[in-house]
């Protein structure tokens, strides 16, 4: 049933599909995969959400990491687990919690992970360089599958298949990857815009200041009203300027645009931009030199406390995406989590 489900999904992917079949035998691949898999098995069950609780490990090499959905501990300790911050709930994804903690650059890096993941989440992994993501094949049995499913195969596998990422099944006990979906050999998503990484022009973080992070930033062609940037140091403590703005999920062009439906669409917003453009590359974001444009949405607010941000600057706080932001600031600000600094341009 599962199998014709997903040949129905792939049918719709407006570009060429590969073989689906089970991949036997090939240990040097399936061990580190089945490795990533337990340990994010392993954890699953220490996720403190009641009824959804998903892990991922993001791996590449030797490297790993495994989380799983949670509560960024000030939220928790601040409002609960019920309280809704805009639109947004006060968790971080699991998938998005590997990328924001990774200690190793993301890029190329492998996400396995015990469920679907949902459109905001994959949009994230692509913009975090990933290229290759497990699911484990009980994730798709699951009540909260069931109920995301739609959202699963209309929008996250698209984001996927758009970025070029290639998609499996894992079978733990079986010892099985069932191939889902693999990019046409030499793919080269549609549309790609990658965030602008620059060599700051200050060499200490002492020596730094918003005015010199916009100034910086001023340099670099910014196309959209929703825009951000950032400072952030690399291993070797050198500093460097990042800056991105709200685009369409890697592979997608404003075209796409009009296929979104419902609570998700393939807009990626720049601070969660920013936030996987720091992963992908393995830079560490400065805590004090997060600016925005406008008011960021929920989510990247929700996904920067994750992050470890206590303060986030904004340029303009009477524009946002959407009125949510409003709601999610005022409770953020009165419960001391997120401070919101003005610093226009
Ligand atoms: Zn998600």
Redesign the pocket.
């Given at each position: 049933m599962r199998f014709i489900i997903w040949s129905m999904t792939l049918r719709c992917l407006p570009i060429k599909l590969c073989d689906l079949g089970h991949i036997r035998g090939k240990m040097n691949l399936m061990t580190p995969v089945i490795k990533a898999m337990q340990r994010a098995v392993d954890v699953v069950l220490t996720s403190p959400h009641p009824d959804s609780k998903?892990a991922a490990t993001l791996f590449s090499g030797n490297h790993h990491l495994s989380m799983t959905?949670d509560w960024p501990p000030i939220i928790l300790n601040t409002l609960g687990t019920e309280a809704r911050i805009g639109d947004s709930s006060g968790t971080v994804?699991?998938?998005?919690n590997c990328l924001i903690h990774a200690p190793f650059p993301t890029d190329g890096a492998s996400l396995a992970i015990t469920d679907p993941?949902?459109?905001?989440?994959?949009k994230c992994i692509a913009e975090a360089g990933i290229k290759t993501v497990y699911i484990d094949h009980k994730g798709f049995e699951k009540d909260f599958a069931a109920r995301r499913g739609d959202e699963f195969q209309s929008m996250s596998l698209r984001i996927l298949a758009h970025a070029g990422i290639s998609l499996y099944e894992v079978r733990r006990k079986e010892h099985l990857i069932r191939t889902l979906y693999t990019p046409p050999d030499n793919y080269v998503p549609p549309e790609d815009n990658p965030i602008e990484i620059r060599p700051c022009r200050i060499m200490r973080l002492a020596d730094l200041s918003p005015e010199i992070l916009l100034q910086t930033a001023r340099l670099v062609k910014v196309k959209h009203a929703r825009w951000a940037c950032a400072v952030a140091t690399d291993g070797q403590g050198k500093i460097w300027t990042l800056v991105a703005s709200t685009h369409p999920a890697i592979g997608y062009t404003h075209d796409h645009m009009a296929a979104a439906e419902g609570k998700y669409d393939f807009m990626l917003e720049p601070v969660n931009r920013i936030l996987m453009g720091a992963a992908r590359a393995g830079l560490t974001i400065a805590k004090d030199y997060l600016w925005c444009s406008v008011l960021p949405s929920p989510r990247e607010m929700v996904n920067a406390i994750g992050a470890g941000f206590r303060s986030i600057s904004i340029g303009d706080d009477t524009h946002a995406k959407k009125s949510a932001s409003n709601e999610a600031r005022h409770i953020l600000e009165i419960s001391n989590i997120l401070d919101f600094k003005s610093i226009k341009l």
């Open positions: 998903v959905n994804h699991a998938e998005v993941c949902c459109p905001n989440c994959a």
